[in-house]
């Protein structure tokens, strides 16, 4: 290749990523009491090391409850940065703008590892130590057959989480982080709001698109307000459930429209997992399955895009690259 985009230098805010390659967001399992350790260190350490532009945390829990396991990296409180603090640290000064995703797993929380089972914690977990605890939905709509019923959420309970997210938002400022993902797919919480599936609402907070919308749409506002205006922040969501009477492209144009109005810089487009793990195939998978609809929010929004999913060598991105810039 002769002059690749991909490793072309790129301006997001006051942020400069040296090349397009970003290392998305992997949940490692790995954590004690919400606190990153060496393994997170190591582990992301080396996506830097190798070169890449940007690497991202995995899914941290803004809230204890909002966690999908007992292992989940977690910023709800105070001593949580410092450990976050060393990895960034470590990630700049080997040439990688750091990341992180935050999350709250909804109906999908408390659950096994993934070597335990991936399933819903039972006794055998409760005897290594590993309790259930509350979880709560849009919906009291169990996330699968033999899973926990959630508690439906009050509207009390939806401004005391926003508090939340503010403030694991301030933490990953402080915590080094200059770019900063919502998570709002694979079946976890906001995923949840957005899907007529998962949310059976009959206040403002479910309905219509317009109502299933307004969660999540609060919580981007929540973040971007202590968010620095300069930094880059982006929303992954689920572009299609991939399931009968699911959220459709066009759904999500919606949505990334009215996010991009509150300050989304990037949507980072997945799909699927409103039902079972967040990998479990809906759709038909081949290579770079997730691009088209990168690509359509990108083209109808006026937004940049993240494309994910079975991009797997460099000659495949940059032909992706050269055929969204030609258009």
Known sequence: MVN???????QLGSVRFKNRILISPMCQYSAVDGMANNWHLVHLGKFAQGGAGSVMVEATAISPEGRITHGDIGLWNDEQIAPLRRITTFLRENGAVPAIQLAHAGRKAATQRPWHGHGPLNERDVARGERPWRIVAPSAIAMDEGYIVPSELTKADLMDMLEDWRKAARRAVEAGFSFLEIHCAHGYLLHEFLSPLSNRRNDT??????????FPLEVIEAVRSVWPDNYPLSVRISSVDGMDGGIDLDDSVAFAREAKARGADLIDCSSGGLINSAT???IPRGYSFQVPYADEIRRRVGIGTVAVGLILNPHQAEDILRGHLEQ
Do not use: I
Not at 4 to 10: D, G
């Open 205 to 214: 907070y479910g309905g219509d698109q317009v109502g299933r919308m307004k």
């Open 4 to 10: 690749p985009l991909l490793f072309q230098p790129m």
């Open 280 to 282: 479990a195939p809906r």
